[in-house]
């Protein structure tokens, strides 16, 4: 029976001192010794009655993510990608109308190298212009970036340079990568001059520019590519070098710091899970986003603060000789126009450091810490928020309960078979017979009824005071001679 067999399974484990979930085939075969079979615990077999699987609580046994769980987490990762790019795009617009405004501006008094000098000056403007100041341009700036993703993807399709590298790329594979952003850089130029004039220029001394203006203008500055059509604009050619050296320093060191940073965060975050006991092995999870974010964040806000001085110089160089009339921001109610005879980069350069003295090409710097710590800000705030939304659509798994490895059961004593086992009612019939001793034969019958009447009691209600006595084994032909003596004397 089940019930019989596994207890003589328990049993047989408290003599070979084996963990209960690994039985060994104990039993002789037909062709092998039972001592034979008790050397080899290698041969397992299954126990009669199944046994779970699983040990674990089922309320903490670890569950693979669903699909649900994995959908919101991607649902998680393009919120902050999205929220970071309107950010990037959108919130931070104004404050680069008022940067550039800053930097292009060789005459102003006040340089805004802090954010708390541009406050009077913005509440003033916005109270004359209005809101739609900070936005002009906007339509520009999204354009040539567009046009600028057009170009490298159509420059990586017709040449064989590649649009992106891995870090395990070659360094000739590297060197084309490079060469396809200098080129669509280079092509970009004059286009970039003619959003650059729509985003400084004043709406209140200035007509307000149409959608394909930018393409126009940029098209009459790409045809008069050697000889301008007004006196001081400087030709396209002066304009590529300087344009595109700021374009490929600052996806070098943007692309630098983002991957240093990326490591040191991902460090972090690997020491501060293994502190905890759980190292996470989602690579795809909303948590990388927003390290790679951050990362980003961080390489874009170095590239910029580095290069500030060169940009200011190629901002001057590109409005020089277009008759714009920008917003003074000195009070933050005049206009000026700009009027600058440079003759190429390091003229301007020598120029601005001698008239307005090395800070001079830090106009305009506070605007950029607002713009920055507004982007911050946003990132932080949404995924603050994301994480939550998410976490209550998703709740964390509960973390596995470190479960202590059963030991071995402590060795008893042998198992006794269950046919060495009298029945309560047989118990008598196991006391020591008449004739097994010599002692028996000596006395009189009267001695001998009275030890075997003793035998039987004893027999029967069991010694309680040896638990160490075994009970002998039965004798059929000693219990039938005690059976006639007993007839005998009845009669």
Not at 103 to 128: E, K
Not at 444 to 449: G, V
């Amino acid at each position: 029976m089940a019930g019989l067999d596994d207890y003589q399974f328990f049993s047989n484990l408290r003599e070979r001192d084996t963990p209960f979930w690994q039985k060994t085939y104990t039993g002789g075969g037909v062709d092998r010794p039972h001592h034979e079979a008790m050397m080899m615990p290698s041969e397992t077999y299954k126990r009669p009655t199944e046994f779970p699987q699983n040990l674990l609580n089922p309320a903490h046994a670890p569950h693979p993510p669903s699909a649900s769980d994995i959908q919101m987490e991607k649902y998680g990762e393009l919120s902050i990608n999205l929220v970071s790019l309107c950010a990037e795009n959108l919130l931070s617009h104004p404050f680069i109308v008022v940067r550039r405004q800053c930097q292009v501006n060789v005459s102003s008094q006040r340089y805004h190298l802090l954010p708390i000098t541009l406050v009077p000056a913005l509440i003033h403007m916005q109270g004359c212009q209005g809101v739609s100041a900070f936005w002009k341009g906007l339509g520009s700036v999204l354009t040539v970036r567009g046009v600028t993703l057009a170009l490298e993807d159509c420059l990586s399709k017709f040449t064989p340079w590649p649009k992106e590298i891995s870090p395990h790329s070659s360094p000739k594979t590297i060197g084309q990568h490079l060469l396809l952003k200098c080129s669509a850089l280079a092509l970009i130029t004059p286009f970039y001059s003619a959003s650059l004039v729509e985003t400084v220029q004043s709406e209140i001394a200035s007509e307000k520019p149409g959608v394909l203006d930018v393409f126009k203008e940029g098209l009459t500055r790409l045809l008069s590519f050697t000889q301008p059509q007004t006196g001081r604009m400087l030709p396209v050619w002066l304009l590529i070098l300087p344009t595109v050296t700021h374009g490929i320093l600052q996806y070098l060191i943007g692309n630098a710091v983002s991957t240093i940073t990326s490591h040191a965060l991902r460090r972090y975050q690997k020491q501060d899970q293994q502190k905890q006991g759980a190292v996470s092995k989602d690579s795809g999870s909303f948590l990388d986003a927003s390290v790679r974010l951050q990362s980003a964040f961080i390489g874009h806000l170095a590239s910029d603060v580095i290069l500030y001085p060169l940009e200011t110089i190629l901002h001057r160089l590109h409005m020089q000789g277009t008759r714009t009339i920008i917003d003074s921001l000195d009070v933050g109610y005049e206009v000026k126009p700009i009027l600058t005879r440079y003759e190429g980069f390091f003229d301007c350069l020598h120029t601005t450091i001698h008239e307005e003295g090395f800070f001079g090409l830090f106009k305009g710097f506070g605007a950029m810490c607002m713009q920055y710590a507004l982007h911050a800000a946003v990132l932080k705030f949404a995924q603050v928020i994301i994480r939550e939304v998410t976490f209550i659509l998703v709740p964390p798994k509960p973390k596995l309960k470190q479960q202590d490895l059963v030991g071995p059961l402590a060795p008893s004593a042998p198992y006794t078979p269950l046919q060495a086992v009298p029945p309560p009612g047989m118990a008598g019939l196991h006391s020591p017979p008449l004739t097994s001793s010599p002692r028996h034969h000596q006395g009189s019958p009267r001695q001998a009824i009275h030890g075997a009447s003793r035998g039987v009691v004893s027999g029967g209600m069991g010694d309680t005071s040896s638990p160490a006595r075994r009970p002998r084994e039965f004798d059929v032909r000693a219990e039938m001679e005690k059976h006639k003596f007993n007839l005998s004397i009845d009669d």
